[in-house]
């Protein structure tokens, strides 16, 4: 910058020197005022703007001459002077008075306040549009720009002074911000899964072999795609359950016991995050219970004589089943026991004097149901 100043007021000097002077004649008046202007020694403009300035002293008329007018130009009207910035740079430009004395102004076109940006220098980015995040630019000059160097890893999206990034993929790219005076800031931006990979699926299940026993579950959080394998396809398949067109759902999944044995499943995302999944597959004796399919008991009280057996219990150490009544207000229903099979009923007070009735349904890990007519006389 400061080769291209020297450059500048050589031209200047030059243009001076053909008007006759520099620092006026050496006839002078001594005591005429200075020649000045308003703009001082250095102004800054943007491209397109325009300033006006005060120009006094010295003996007028005032005229101007402008070093690079491609970059920056004066026009003088009486004793108002007009800047014009045009493109980013720097530029000179002279006043002379009638008497040859110059005066001169560095002009730089671009902004006084340097380029910037709310987004940090490094920025952390969930993956989908739910996790977008969207910043503003303040000063260098308009118009601006912003690029990602991986469009496919994140996204950006421009609208004035704001811009949106978005995650796509995981990874880590650099999102360049840009003015038209060619001034760039750079954000490292780093995508990944805001919630890690998981299933609906418990870290042990048990199923029967054969299609009418499989088991669907969903997949979420971690980066899509996700991918399905089976340690041992002969004795569970996993796959991902087809709509009705036969197009595959991208987050729900099958899980089929082909035969009795263990394998197990793993789901895995684009990040590499897993999640292991131990399926064993059994024979299965049908749900039932030691409780009659239809009973009678007296009000306020509870009976816990009942055990419930076979189906797919549910894994853990908790209850084997579950229980629930179609009211409440008649009778209501629990497993549990020190075995998790014990089913116990306990009945409401009726003081109706007209027989109520619940249905009671147990059902096991895979929704397999029996019912029990409870009548509360």
Known sequence: MKSIRIVIGLLLAALLAACGGGGGSPGGNPSQPNLV??????????????????????VP???????????????????????????????????????????????????????????????SLGIGSAFKRE???????????????????????????TFTLTGLQPGLVTVTVRDAANVVKTIAVTA????????????????????????????????????????????????????????????QMVITGKSTGSAIVTVRDAANGVVNITATVAPV????????????????ASYDEYQVFGGVPIAGGGPK??????????????????SGTTLTITTKDNATGTPKTAIITVRDAVNSSVTITVTVP
């Open 37 to 58: 202007s308003t703009a001082g020694a250095e102004i800054t403009l943007l491209p397109g703007a325009a300033n006006s300035y005060g120009v006094s002293g010295g």
């Open 61 to 123: 008329p005032y005229r101007v001459a402008n070093a690079d007018a491609a970059t920056a130009f004066g026009a003088i009207d009486g004793k108002v002077l007009t800047v014009f910035g045009v493109r980013v740079g720097a530029a000179t430009v002279g006043v002379i008075d009638n008497a040859g004395t110059a005066i001169s102004i560095d002009v730089t076109v671009g902004s006084s306040m340097p380029l910037d940006t709310t987004a940090p220098a490094t920025l």
């Open 135 to 161: 910043f503003s630019i303040s000063g260098g000059v308009a118009p601006y720009d912003v690029s990602s160097s991986n469009a496919g890893l994140v996204s950006t999206a421009l609208n004035g002074t």
């Open 192 to 251: 990944a899964s805001v919630v890690p990979l998981y299933t609906t699926a418990q870290a042990t299940i048990t199923l029967a072999p054969g299609d009418d026993a499989k088991r669907e579950f969903t997949i979420g959080g971690g980066t899509k795609p996700y991918s399905l394998t089976s340690a041992n396809e002969g004795v569970v398949d996993v796959e991902f359950k087809k709509d009705d067109d036969g197009n595959e759902i991208d987050d």
């Open 285 to 300: 004796v049908a749900l039932y219970t030691s409780a009659p399919a239809a009973v009678t008991l007296p009000e306020n």
């Open 321 to 338: 089943y579950t229980a629930t009544s179609s009211d409440e207000s008649v009778a209501t229903a629990a497993v549990g026991g020190p």
